[in-house]
């Protein structure tokens, strides 16, 4: 059967190339929003965080109608980190729309999504967006894509696939570079000529793969998936099996199905193939498990998402500090909110630590690990957190390395000072280009060698630079290297911060905390620039006699701290140091607060050296 009324696309793309707000012009001319219903921006972002640094963490679905076929839309996360998402969401749908910025070209992300649909021989619909862009250059962005395609191995057919010119902030898309559409209609009528409908057989046993998993506190559980072949009913009776383990097998009853409409969940009786379904009713399916019937258990293949690149553990906080802003505090807690966490999130990887208040959480990368840090913490999670540590693989008796592939867009005026520092990190030079204005670099470099350079970046190209990763493979270790050239100020005493103490301290260093800010001994309050750590004391106050008065001194004048973000400070503490997440603060501290026995284990390790 071939279901003609039905249509599964995915959107994929790079990081901020515009795929949600191409999805918001879909809903509006797709119907999604009732007359005089408030439209709102990036409606497909849900997510508090989301909303805030404007990039998509989580895959969603969504459907619009369009000439009598329903189109069902899954928005996709640009950023490499959350590039499981995009793999396990592929499996879900017929074909996909790339989306490419008119100035920025292909980048780092748009090759992995991409070569990722081709291993799925999905039809690809190019989409050139932000074609209003006062810097687009669309006939040499169209050159690029074409040579990626050849690059990565694309078959006649995908090289002739169909281009389109859009500009998803005004809703509008046309098939000529040259003429600025009036409304989406080309491109929806592009996904229905050349996006295939799902083919199956409806009358056979049933067969769903689970890509994604949702959870609610009154039904539980929800798994998201496309039925593969027969149907799926409310009270239906189902065997849950997986592939990779098929003797496994539970037994579940479906309580309540669901399909997707604009923004809603509407309950159905029945599904059938090529439906994207949500049900409840099965508590511990997992991502990558198949509904079957109990007379033919047939699991289906799962793609076999990227193991995870790096490392942290995250442990109690034993700081004096410890549960005055926190509600989840203990191990126990913290381990059941990790363990959930992989339920949802197949690039996630949790395991036991090497004491029982400790556990290791392996991600794709540092903002991977830094959005589920902030997500727990505000969900009054308190913990600590140690630096970041790269997973080395041994192949073929060679111990090697996760490395990543480096794009950086930089003013002419910063391209020396960005090739020295990439250099004395190890990293190797693929390509430097001139792209309009700009110049972009492009280098393979170990993934340990850029803890803490982004802000070095950031503040060698002025704030004006943009730098994008790739996870590329793993490759023989590069030897040692120092990243960090700096070391910190450390509270010597317990107390709250003095503007006399922190005047007599602003000379060491870059201070993190302001005047009143509660602190304790061992706490980090400052970086120091040379490479070496100094005890100071931020409480001191200055005593009074009966000469010299309070009121009586000129004003000490304080420079404005640094405000340290999270991921600023996963970038920042070294191999002795932690950082203490409450929902309230984030702060950095010793491993051992105690300065004297902190300065004899240091005393220690360098006689043992």
């Known amino acids: 059967m071939i279901r003609e009324d039905l249509r599964n696309v995915a959107i994929i793309a790079h990081v901020d190339h515009g795929k949600t707000t191409l999805v918001d012009g879909m809903l509006k001319q797709g119907g999604a929003y009732h007359e005089n219903q408030a439209v709102t921006e990036r409606a497909m972002d849900s997510g508090d965080i989301e909303k805030e640094r404007g990039i998509t963490i989580l895959a969603k679905n969504t459907a619009v109608h369009w000439k009598g076929v329903k189109i069902n839309i899954v928005d996709t996360p640009g950023h490499a980190d959350f590039g499981g998402e995009v793999e396990r969401i592929l499996k879900m749908v017929n074909g996909v729309i790339l989306l490419v910025d008119a100035a920025e070209g292909p980048m780092p992300q748009t090759r992995f999504v991409l070569q990722r649909a081709m291993e799925l021989n999905h039809r690809i619909i190019v989409v050139v967006n932000k074609i209003d862009r006062p810097d687009a250059r669309i006939l040499e962005v169209i050159d690029e894509t074409l040579e990626l395609l ?5 078959t006649d057919e995908q090289l002739d696939s169909p281009m389109l010119f859009c500009c998803g902030r005004t809703g509008t898309a046309s098939l000529d570079p040259e003429t600025v559409g009036t409304d989406l209609t080309p491109l929806f009528d592009t996904i229905l ?66 399909q997707i409409d604009g923004f809603e969940r509407v309950p159905v009786e029945t599904a059938k193939m090529g439906d994207i379904v949500c049900f409840s009713g099965a508590s511990d399916i997992s991502i990558g498990d198949t509904l079957c019937v109990a007379d033919c258990v047939e699991p289906l293949e799962f793609v076999k998402v990227s193991e995870p690149t790096m490392e942290m553990t995250f442990s109690v906080n034993d700081s004096p500090f410890a549960g005055k802003e926190g509600k989840y505090v203990t191990s126990r807690q913290i381990r059941e909110r990790l363990y959930k966490e992989t339920l949802k999130d197949v690039s996630l990887r949790v395991t036991d630590g090497e004491t029982t208040d400790s556990f ?6 540092e903002m991977h690990l830094s959005i589920l840090i902030e997500n727990m913490r505000r969900e009054n999670y308190e913990l600590c957190c140690s630096m970041p540590h790269v997973l080395y693989k041994e192949i073929d008796g060679v ?38 204005t700009r110049t972009r670099i492009e280098y393979s470099i170990p993934s340990r060698c850029l803890f803490g350079y982004r802000s070095e970046f950031m503040t060698d190209t002025k704030g004006e630079g943009v730098i994008n990763t790739l996870f590329d493979g793993y490759k023989p270790f590069k030897g040692e290297i120092t990243t960090r050239y700096t070391g910190s100020l450390i509270a010597s005493e317990d107390g709250e911060a003095t503007s006399y103490g922190l005047f007599n301290s602003q000379d060491r260093g870059v ?30 106050k200055k005593h009074l006699t009966s000469i010299r008065s309070k009121g009586a001194d000129e004003a000490l004048i304080l420079t404005p701290p640094r405000q340290m973000s999270l991921e600023q400070s996963i970038e920042y503490i070294a191999e002795d140091e932690l950082i203490e997440v409450t929902p309230k603060s984030i702060r950095l501290r010793k491993k051992i607060l105690n300065t004297e026995l902190r300065l004899k284990a240091e005393a220690r390790a360098k006689r043992a050296e």
């Open 360 to 365: 290791k959480v392996a991600g794709r990368g």
């Open 193 to 258: 000529d050349y996006i295939p409908a799902p083919v199956g057989e409806v009358e056979e046993p049933l067969q769903l793969l689970v890509s994604s998993i949702d959870y609610n506190d009154y039904v539980g559980r929800i798994g998201i998936g496309r039925i593969e072949r027969g149907q799926l009913r409310v009270n239906q009776d189902v065997t849950i099996s997986n592939y990779h383990n098929p003797e496994e097998r539970k037994r579940a009853r479906i309580a309540a199905l669901y």
């Open 399 to 436: 111990v090697c390395e996760p490395m990543e592939r480096v794009s950086i867009d930089v003013p002419d005026d910063a391209v020396g000072s960005v090739v020295q520092k990439l250099g004395a990190r190890k990293g190797e030079l693929i390509e430097m280009a001139k792209v309009g």
């Open 511 to 540: 201070m993190f905390i302001g005047v009143q800010t509660p602190v304790y001994e061992g706490m980090i309050v400052g970086e120091c620039p040379k490479q070496e750590d100094i005890a100071l004391n931020v409480c001191k």
């Open 150 to 154: 050849i690059d990565l191995g694309a």
